[in-house]
């Protein structure tokens, strides 16, 4: 009888550490995030007669799926909005596409021109505008229960970035838009046209050829594409 009882008490013990260690596995997962776009703040000179038309915001939905360093990550590029009776269609625009793939070790980025014909996976290597004037905070916010740091980013032509992100993620870098960030994964930015935060994080696996570009394309590099 004892014996007994001490195989059942070993079996437990062995049940609890695997589902612990399971549990603990944070090297493959969902992020997602809702995104809102200021509208009116996108709109141009032209365009302004149109303000009273269009909602000043709308909230979408996108993700980050990763495994290791390698992720993908994607966001809706056409939104519909029916408001008060009025139908809004609205593009998000962006020159690299709405689907990104990205190995962080490699410092490589890919997306697909699906405007060529046929279509083409352009690839463009990660790196940190030198213009960007980054600044660094002490300041911390918690999201999702992570200490996420403050980071201002300025660019040199653009509207100015605050960022909120966390190194306690295996993921060394990442955002619902694909870009680069350096010390960790964003979990919250805010900018003038858009901004973003994580709602959810699932760690779940993720198989490689989710977060890998699809073969059998023709491989542009962004110099190139940019040039034609």
């Not at 405007?115 to 505008?129: F, G, M, R, Y």
């Not at 600044?135 to 916010?141: F, H, K």
């Not at 980013?153 to 970035?161: C, S």
């Not at 696996?205 to 491989?219: C, F, L, Q, W």
Request: with cysteine; glycine share 4%.
């Amino acid at each position: 009888m004892n014996n007994m009882l001490r195989l059942l008490a070993l079996a437990f013990c062995i049940t609890i550490t695997w589902i612990q260690a399971y549990a603990q596995d944070k090297t493959q997962g969902q992020i997602h995030y809702e995104l809102t776009y200021n509208i009116h703040a996108n709109l141009k000179p032209d365009q302004m007669q149109y303000k009273d038309l269009i909602p000043a915001t709308v909230v979408e939905q996108a993700e980050l799926i990763y495994n290791g360093q390698r992720l993908k990550s994607f966001f809706v590029d056409a939104i519909e909005k029916e408001d008060e009776g009025v139908n809004t269609n609205i593009r998000v625009a962006t020159e690299e596409g709405n689907e990104r793939y990205i190995d962080i070790d490699s410092n490589k980025v890919w997306w697909i021109d699906k405007a060529k014909t046929p279509q083409v996976l352009v690839e463009k290597s990660l790196e940190v505008k030198k213009d960007d004037k980054i600044q660094e905070s002490e300041e911390t916010r918690v999201i999702l229960s992570y200490t996420c740091r403050k980071r201002v980013v300025k660019p040199k032509k653009d509207d100015a970035l605050t960022i909120w992100y966390t190194t306690d993620l295996p993921l060394k870098a990442g955002t619902p838009f694909g870009g680069f960030t350096g010390p960790g994964v964003i979990l919250a930015m805010e900018s003038k046209r858009v901004s973003f935060k994580a709602t959810s994080i699932d760690f779940v696996p993720v198989a490689e050829k989710d977060v890998t570009p699809p073969g059998g394309m023709k491989i542009v590099k962004t110099q190139d594409h940019s040039a034609k």
